[in-house]
């Protein structure tokens, strides 16, 4: 003889949802629960990269030029579970406070994040994204600057999830949907 099973497990508790008066139900079946960010399309929105010297920054230095990036991640609500992000690089390079290229890329993706609680959108969003997008933002920002005539910039990984705590500590959250982390 089988023993039955208790009707309330913590699988069947974790399984329901909470309707907007506090009543649990179960989720209906073949309902898709599975939480999933998905990666619609990536674009450039805005790439600019300025030589301002040319010819003569493009000659051997006598010293190693002083190299600037700055990094800044926002996104915002397009729809019901679908968000743009926008991850901005800028870099610049100086010699003797003079500058040898400028550079900014603003980088986006439409993303869906499906069944994601709203708590978890701003680390879905502000770090995995980012994480995603980066290896193509890098290797644009590279590129970019191999075609101005200098070495490629290579950009050390970023810790995202660093950049977003560091954030969150000195801003307060922002009253709409729109997030930031940079």
Same mark, same amino acid.
């Given at each position: 003889?089988?023993?039955?099973?208790?009707?309330?497990?913590?699988?069947?508790?974790?399984?329901?949802?909470?309707?907007?008066?506090?009543?649990? @139900?179960?989720?209906?079946?073949?309902? &898709?629960?599975?939480? !999933?960010? $998905? @990666?619609?399309?990536?674009?450039?929105?805005?790439?600019?990269? *300025?030589?301002? !010297?040319?010819?003569?920054?493009?000659?051997?230095?006598?010293?190693?030029?002083? @190299?600037?990036?700055?990094? &800044? +991640?926002?996104?915002? =609500?397009?729809?019901?579970?679908?968000? *743009? @992000?926008?991850?901005?690089?800028?870099?610049?390079?100086?010699?003797?406070? *003079?500058?040898?290229? $400028?550079?900014?890329?603003?980088?986006?993706?439409? +993303?869906?994040?499906?069944? +994601? =609680?709203?708590?978890?959108?701003?680390?879905?969003?502000?770090?995995?994204?980012?994480?995603?997008?980066?290896?193509?933002?890098?290797?644009?920002?590279?590129?970019?600057?191999?075609?101005?005539?200098?070495?490629?910039?290579?950009?050390?990984? $970023?810790?995202?999830? *660093?950049?977003?705590?560091?954030?969150?500590?000195?801003?307060?959250?922002?009253?709409?949907?729109?997030?930031?982390?940079?």
């Amino acid at each position: 003889m089988l023993a039955e099973r208790p009707h309330n497990t913590t699988r069947d508790k974790a399984m329901q949802t909470t309707t907007g008066n506090g009543q649990q @139900v179960p989720p209906q079946p073949g309902a &898709d629960t599975a939480q !999933r960010l $998905i @990666v619609n399309a990536q674009y450039i929105k805005d790439l600019s990269f *300025e030589n301002p !010297r040319a010819p003569q920054s493009l000659q051997q230095q006598q010293a190693a030029p002083a @190299v600037d990036i700055n990094v &800044d +991640v926002n996104a915002q =609500p397009l729809g019901p579970e679908t968000y *743009e @992000v926008v991850l901005t690089v800028n870099a610049s390079a100086k010699i003797n406070d *003079e500058a040898l290229f $400028i550079l900014e890329l603003v980088y986006g993706a439409v +993303v869906t994040a499906h069944n +994601v =609680p709203r708590d978890m959108l701003p680390p879905v969003l502000l770090v995995e994204t980012p994480r995603l997008m980066f290896p193509f933002a890098r290797s644009i920002v590279a590129e970019a600057t191999q075609n101005g005539g200098f070495p490629p910039l290579l950009i050390n990984p $970023i810790d995202f999830s *660093e950049l977003l705590r560091r954030n969150a500590a000195q801003v307060p959250p922002p009253a709409n949907d729109t997030t930031s982390a940079g």
